[in-house]
T-cell receptor
Framework: ETGVTQTPRHLVMGMTNKKSLKCEQHLGHNAMYWYKQSAKKPLELMFVYNFKEQTENNSVPSRFSPECPNSSHLFLHLHTLQPEDSALYLC????????????FGEGSWLTVV | AQSVTQPDIHITVSEGASLELRCNYSYGATPYLFWYVQSPGQGLQLLLKYFSGDTLVQGIKGFEAEFKRSQSSFNLRKPSVHWSDAAEYFCAVLKAAGNKLTFGGGTRVLVKP
């Protein structure tokens, strides 16, 4: 138990579907992150939120849409994905955006068919 | 730009033997360094971190790492490996501004009985 909970743990979706990944942290942190882990690439930072405001978008395609309604919750809305988007999506949090340890959730395995 | 290199993609070690995983980084400022472990199908768990001070840091599960500024290295060690240590290990360097973690490619550790 890391204090960062992701649901669902596994998701299979078609290319025309709309789905969402959810992340919740119980650590009282103010910064939250989405990372993508593909089989053939190093871990990639996708988005950073600090106090609910997006502070980083690492050139992520618009078919990925993040939402951060409060400092404890982070969503990743998925729409018209491609098979190459199949990956492990990791949510993480840290006390703030500056120079802090980042704690990861268990990840959501996404398969796009 | 910062970068992290883990030269060994796979390492096989016998149970009870010692383990050393190499990590080299490239970063202009004083680095914040981390080692994370990922068991199959799981998220990333923090093993240990170096921010400043004593260059030999102790982590969880009996792991330690030594920061050597002259060699730009942060190698991870364990004196006696257990079968449960079979996993993938990631070295990471933190760019404090924006709290961006840059990961190495990972080293997969296999433990032989």
């Amino acid at each position: 138990e890391t204090g960062v909970t992701q649901t669902p743990r596994h998701l299979v979706m078609g290319m025309t579907n709309k789905k969402s990944l959810k992340c919740e942290q119980h650590l009282g942190h103010n910064a939250m992150y989405w990372y993508k882990q593909s089989a053939k690439k190093p871990l990639e930072l996708m988005f950073v939120y600090n106090f609910k405001e997006q502070t980083e978008n690492n050139s992520v395609p618009s078919r990925f849409s993040p939402e951060c309604p409060n400092s404890s919750h982070l969503f990743l809305h998925l729409h018209t994905l491609q098979p190459e988007d199949s990956a492990l999506y990791l949510c993480a949090s840290s006390p703030s955006q500056e120079g802090n340890t980042i704690y990861f959730g268990e990840g959501s395995w996404l398969t796009v068919v | 730009a910062q970068s992290v290199t883990q030269p060994d993609i796979h390492i096989t070690v016998s149970e009870g033997a010692s383990l050393e995983l190499r990590c080299n980084y490239s970063y202009g400022a004083t680095p914040y360094l981390f080692w994370y472990v990922q068991s199959p199908g799981q998220g990333l768990q923090l093993l240990l971190k170096y921010f400043s001070g004593d260059t030999l840091v102790q982590g969880i599960k009996g792991f330690e790492a030594e920061f050597k500024r002259s060699q730009s290295s942060f190698n991870l060690r364990k004196p006696s490996v257990h079968w449960s240590d079979a996993a993938e290990y990631f070295c990471a360097v933190l760019k404090a501004a924006g709290n961006k973690l840059t990961f190495g490619g990972g080293t997969r550790v296999l433990v032989k009985p």
